[in-house]
C-alpha cells in the first residue's frame, strides 16, 4: 500500500535550488532510506513532508490526503512524527518529562478539566503515562529515565529523541542521522531499535543517513539524491550497483 507519495516536489530559495522534481513513493510497512552527499537536498525533503518548509511546487499526500500546505502541528496529528540531526530535546527536563511531550498530540482535554485535574485530563495523564513506560522498557533506558537528559550521553539521548517521537504513536517516522556521531556499540543498538521499530510497532520508517553499513543491512528501498534531483531508487544491491550513484557518492 502506498502510504506516503511525493510528487513533483522542488523546493526554491532564492537562486538555490534544495529540491528538483523529486518523485518518491513510500510504501506502508517499510523502511526507506535516503541518501546522498552533503547538501544533496534530504533534509531538505524530511522538512517539506513534515511541514517546516512548504515546497515551491509539487504535492505530498498521505493516506490518500493532500499535506503539502498543512502546518506542522497539523502533520503531527495526522501520525508523522521525526526526529532532527542535531538532538532537539529539552536538555534541563527529565528523561520522563521528555517523552511526556510527545504525547500532546492526542492530548484533547479543555481548560477546565486540566486546571482541575479531573475527567479526561486524569484519563489522558494515566494514558499517557503507561504509553512513556511502554516505550521506555522498550528502548531500554529505565535506569536514566528520571536523569535529566543534559546529563546523559549522546547515544542515549538520541535513544531519548526516538522516543519522544514514538510518544506521538505516529504511522511514519522520520529519521535524520540516527547513528551519526556514534560508535559501533551505539549505532548496532540504534539499528536494531529502528528494525524492531518497524517490525513490533508496526512503523514506517524514512530514514537519511550517512552509514552506509547501516542503510545497506536495514533498508528494503533506497532513494539517491544529489544536488536535489533523484538519480537513483531501487534495492540496496541495485543502487550499490548503479554507475550515477557510485559517481557521485559511493565512489
Not at 56 to 85: C, M, V, W, Y
Not at 164 to 191: F, H, Q, S, Y
Not at 198 to 208: F, G
Request: proline share 3%; with cysteine.
Amino acid at each position: 500500500m502506498e502510504l506516503l507519495e511525493i510528487r513533483e516536489v522542488s523546493l526554491r530559495f532564492g537562486g538555490i535550488i534544495a529540491l528538483s522534481s523529486v518523485d518518491v513513493t513510500i510504501m506502508s510497512g517499510t523502511l526507506h532510506a535516503v541518501i546522498g552527499p552533503n547538501g544533496a537536498g534530504k533534509t531538505s525533503l524530511f522538512n517539506c513532508i513534515s511541514g517546516i518548509y512548504r515546497p515551491t511546487s509539487g504535492h505530498i499526500s498521505f493516506n490518500g490526503s493532500d499535506i503539502t500546505k498543512l502546518k506542522p502541528h497539523e502533520i503531527a496529528e495526522q501520525g508523522i512524527a521525526r526526529t532532527f540531526q542535531n538532538i532537539e530535546l529539552f536538555a534541563n527536563m527529565s528523561v520522563i518529562d521528555n517523552l511526556l511531550l510527545g504525547c500532546h498530540t492526542h492530548m484533547t482535554s479543555g481548560i477546565f478539566s486540566c486546571s482541575l485535574f479531573w475527567g479526561r485530563a486524569l484519563r489522558q495523564e494515566e494514558e499517557s503515562r503507561l504509553e512513556v513506560e511502554r516505550i521506555i522498557d522498550f528502548l531500554e533506558i529505565e535506569k536514566v529515565r528520571k536523569k535529566t537528559v543534559g546529563s546523559l550521553p549522546y547515544g542515549l539521548q538520541k535513544r531519548v529523541e526516538i522516543g519522544r517521537a514514538l510518544a506521538m504513536k505516529p504511522k511514519v517516522l522520520l529519521l535524520d542521522e540516527p547513528v551519526a556521531g556514534m560508535n559501533a556499540e551505539e549505532t548496532e543498538d540504534i539499528a536494531r531499535f529502528v528494525l524492531d521499530i518497524k517490525e513490533e510497532m508496526d512503523v514506517t520508517i524514512i530514514m537519511v543517513e550517512h552509514d552506509m553499513g547501516v542503510v545497506m543491512d536495514i533498508a528494503d528501498t533506497v532513494t539517491v539524491l544529489d544536488f536535489g534531483a533523484k538519480i537513483g531508487e531501487g534495492s540496496p544491491a541495485e543502487v550499490q550497483s548503479n554507475p550515477a550513484v557510485i559517481a557521485a557518492y559511493l565512489g
